[in-house]
């Protein structure tokens, strides 16, 4: 998951923990995700729309580029964004969007669709 902070991150891991996931890794932004995904195998990255250093298509574009797994699945963290961000991002190939804190339901849910898709 892509977070800054270690408070939200860990609020979020906690989320992600009991929908099911079993080891969520925290990178502090774009280009350490990026990095992260490049030397290890990453199902799924949590990503907000802003990761600091990259955001948007050019993130998720570098993430696919660059990614150990190359069906890597992306998830927007959204808080709240504008319907033509959302619109964008979905657009650049992000496979599902969850609320922030999300709820375990919902990424359960989520989750298995990926699962399908894959």
């Given at each position: 998951?892509?977070e800054?902070?270690?408070?939200?991150?860990?609020?979020?891991?906690?989320?992600?923990?009991?929908?099911?996931?079993?080891?969520?890794?925290?990178a502090?932004?774009?280009?350490?995700?990026?990095?992260?995904?490049?030397?290890?195998?990453?199902?799924?990255?949590?990503?907000?729309?802003?990761?600091?250093?990259?955001?948007?298509?050019?993130?998720?574009?570098?993430?696919?580029?660059?990614?150990?797994?190359?069906?890597?699945?992306?998830?927007?963290?959204?808080?709240?964004?504008p319907?033509?961000?959302?619109?964008?991002?979905?657009?650049?190939?992000?496979?599902?969007?969850?609320?922030?804190?999300?709820?375990?339901?919902?990424?359960?849910?989520?989750?298995?669709?990926?699962?399908?898709?894959?």
């Amino acid at each position: 998951m892509i977070e800054s902070s270690p408070f939200r991150f860990e609020g979020i891991r906690q989320a992600l923990t009991a929908a099911g996931l079993q080891a969520v890794v925290q990178a502090g932004s774009g280009n350490e995700a990026v990095t992260r995904v490049a030397e290890e195998l990453v199902d799924v990255v949590f990503t907000p729309w802003e990761a600091g250093d990259l955001s948007g298509t050019q993130l998720f574009d570098a993430l696919r580029e660059r990614s150990a797994e190359p069906r890597v699945a992306l998830v927007l963290l959204d808080d709240d964004l504008p319907q033509a961000t959302v619109v964008r991002a979905v657009k650049a190939g992000v496979l599902g969007r969850t609320s922030v804190p999300p709820e375990p339901t919902h990424l359960r849910a989520l989750l298995a669709t990926i699962a399908e898709e894959s």
